[in-house]
Nanobody, 120 residues
């Protein structure tokens, strides 16, 4: 059974940084495309960043390009989202997702979500 367990998140001031983690069990991370999504209040869940399994190709939303970095540690079976220069509009619930699809396919499995609030 595949499980994704998220950690990280919380309250940060504008301009600050956070790192989210997504620990994967039940499969080998090297085979998976991993992605991070955000859902702001009243909005649909949007794709922020994706990282393919073996080729390590990446895709970023324009809103986070240059500020967010998706990565993974295959040895730890964990994916990460490093978020720098955070803005109030980055506030929302962040979800990691994984599956065998392409960079833009909807993930098959989801983490539980974690709240990120950017506010002074």
């Amino acid at each position: 059974q595949v499980q994704l367990v998220q950690s990280g998140g919380g309250l940060v001031q504008p301009g600050g940084s956070l790192r989210l983690s997504c620990a994967v069990s039940g499969t080998r991370l090297v085979l998976y495309t991993m992605a991070w999504y955000r859902q702001a209040p009243g909005n649909e869940r949007e794709l922020l960043a994706a990282l393919s399994g073996e080729s390590s190709n990446t895709k970023y939303a324009d809103s986070v390009k240059g500020r967010f970095t998706i990565s993974k540690d295959n040895g730890k079976n964990t994916a990460y989202l490093q978020m720098n220069n955070l803005k109030p509009e980055d506030t929302g619930v962040y979800y990691c997702g994984g599956g065998f699809g392409s960079l833009t396919d909807t993930p098959s499995y989801w983490g539980q979500g974690t709240q990120v609030t950017v506010s002074s």
